[in-house]
């Protein structure tokens, strides 16, 4: 069965970095598009990133263009977001999501548990 | 970047009712790139729709989606406990992707 599985999620100061992973199983990982997703205490859904099935085309939010870097590893069968020069409203629970095929932004059929991430000196 | 509204922000409505709940884009998107979610507390988003209309696995027939352009609607026909949720649109359309802010259905 598809399962995703982030990591990496934690309490971080202000202007720190920090590094999210998702890890992939039960399915062909690098045939799929995959998307970070966030969610700030109480609040909506926020696209942040996606990432083409070869990691040759990366899209983002303008909210973290510049400062979040998404990338894939196929031969792990993992997911990153590089998150640098954190502000206290990128707190939120990071969730990876599986896309469409390849190239195809697509619905999320599939998501993973989420990953906490809290910004505060 | 394509801005999805939904309305209302709540609807309060008892189980066995029928519910319906909006999604205006301000541009038109294909309906090949329209999908529903469902949220409960603490829990990750399940994907109800996609291609605005299409049920997704294992997601009861009392679910429906329909509409095109910029209109799009979500029906529950008869409401079930289990019901009672958040729910999104989302785009896929172009990027930014986004997301609607979200309809809490709640019990009445």
């Known amino acids: 069965q598809v399962q995703l599985v982030e990591s990496g999620g934690g309490v971080v100061q202000p202007g720190r970095s920090l590094r999210l992973s998702c890890a992939a199983s039960?399915?062909?990982?690098?045939?799929?598009?995959m998307h970070w997703v966030r969610q700030a205490p109480g609040k909506g859904l926020e696209w942040v990133a996606a990432?083409?099935?070869?990691?040759?085309?990366?899209y983002y939010a303008d909210s973290v263009k510049g400062r979040f870097t998404i990338s894939r590893d196929n031969s792990k069968n993992t997911l990153y977001l590089l998150m640098n020069s954190l502000r206290a409203e990128d707190t939120a629970v990071y969730y990876c999501a599986r896309g469409g095929r390849h190239d195809f932004f697509g619905e999320s059929e599939y998501w993973g548990q989420g990953s906490l991430v809290t910004v505060s000196s | 970047e394509i801005v999805l509204t939904q309305s209302p922000g709540t609807l309060s409505l008892s189980p066995g009712e029928r519910a319906t709940l909006s999604c205006r884009a301000s541009?038109?998107?294909?309906?090949?790139?329209l999908a529903w979610y469902q949220q409960k507390p603490g829990q990750a988003p399940r994907l109800l729709i996609y291609g605005a209309s299409s049920r997704a696995t294992g997601i009861p027939d009392r679910f429906s989606g329909s509409g095109s352009g910029t209109d799009f609607t979500l029906t529950i026909s008869r409401l079930e406990p289990e019901d009672f949720a958040v729910y999104y649109c989302?785009?896929?359309?172009?990027?930014?992707?986004?997301f609607g802010q979200g309809t809490r259905l709640e019990i009445k």
């Open positions: 990432i083409w099935f070869n990691g040759n085309d990366k």
């Open positions: 989302q785009q896929f359309g172009s990027s930014p992707i986004t």
């Open positions: 039960g399915f062909t990982f690098s045939n799929f598009v």
């Open positions: 541009q038109s998107i294909s309906s090949s790139y």
